[in-house]
């Protein structure tokens, strides 16, 4: 019954009806017959067990009810059509939230310009932003607490089932205080680079960064001799700098360190670190795809 009564159609015309005074008025406006409207009319009176019109041969007036009605029936329609604005706006991309995990060492050009692009064009969309290892935000892609994951391609098989899209390559690069013998050289040797100290990422949190290291540790035959571990890029640099040893980092990282270390090419040149924008085909929105769009934008160097 209740489900009757709440149709938005008879509130419609009830509202029309209440406004105009006049139902032949009314139905014009709604282009629907005058005896069709008067039969909604009367039918929603009945579901309701309220009179809700005086009734007179030219004209209609409103009952202490049909006052209280109107009131709650207008505030029902304008709520009814915000929410299908907020839902086309979401559905365009122009309202709502997303979940964006990503790496701040790979992400430091992409990420600043890519929110700024994002948000100039959709402000009313919130960028929550979550900064996590690489199995992290993998982990959190496909349970759904992430939207998109900013993060280097390797390895593949970890990523099967999800959309890539790739955003940018950098080199290789090797990471050295301003007063180390490395520092003078405008390329190091890889055979070089293995005797000395090498400070990494966390191998628990990023296994697939000493992974690569190792393959290409192994192209010489030779280990790397890891001095220290850090859970996060600023430790790493902090390490480096203080000369606790090196580290082999993307190029990228240029725009972070400034003066504090020295980035030189690294020989022969490993395969250059692509990030990628991950995604879960499934829940590819219309507001992610603009997200992945304004990170796909050519990086600006400083």
Not at 31 to 44: F, G, K, Y
Not at 73 to 86: D, N, Y
Not at 191 to 204: D, G, T
């Amino acid at each position: 019954m209740l489900a009757t009564i709440m149709e938005l159609r008879h509130l419609r015309y009830f509202v029309a009806v209440a406004e105009t005074e006049n139902v032949t008025r009314a139905a014009t406006h709604l282009h629907v017959s005058q005896p069709a409207l008067s039969r909604q009319i009367h039918d929603l009176e009945a579901e309701m067990g309220v009179s809700l019109l005086h009734r007179n041969a030219k004209s209609v007036r409103l009952t202490e009810a049909g006052r209280v009605f109107l009131s709650e029936a207008r505030a029902v329609l304008q709520r009814a059509e915000q929410a299908v604005s907020a839902a086309r706006a979401v559905a365009s991309g122009h309202s709502g939230e997303i979940h964006v995990g990503y790496s701040p060492s790979l992400t430091v050009q992409i990420l600043p310009q890519a929110l700024r692009a994002f948000q100039a064009e959709f402000p009313r969309v919130r960028v929550a932003l979550y900064d996590l290892a690489a199995g992290e935000m993998l982990a959190q892609l496909r349970a759904g607490k992430l939207d998109v994951a900013l993060l280097p391609r390797e390895p593949e098989k970890s990523k099967q089932g999800l959309h890539l899209d790739e955003l940018a390559r950098y080199p290789a690069c090797v990471a050295v205080a301003p007063h180390h013998r490395f520092a003078r050289m405008k390329v190091v040797e890889l055979v070089q680079v293995v005797r000395e100290p090498l400070i990494i990422y966390s191998r628990a949190e990023y296994p697939e960064y000493l992974a690569a290291i190792e393959a290409q540790f192994a192209t010489v035959g030779a280990r790397p001799q890891v001095a220290e571990e850090h859970e996060g890029v600023t430790g790493l640099i902090a390490a480096v700098e203080a000369g606790q040893g090196i580290a082999l980092v993307a190029s990228c990282l240029g725009c972070m360190v400034g003066p504090r270390l020295k980035l030189i090419p690294l020989h022969p040149a490993p395969p250059h670190l692509i990030v990628v924008a991950a995604s879960r085909p499934d829940r590819v929105t219309a507001t992610v795809k603009k997200f992945i769009a304004a990170a796909e934008l050519p990086v600006k160097m400083p």
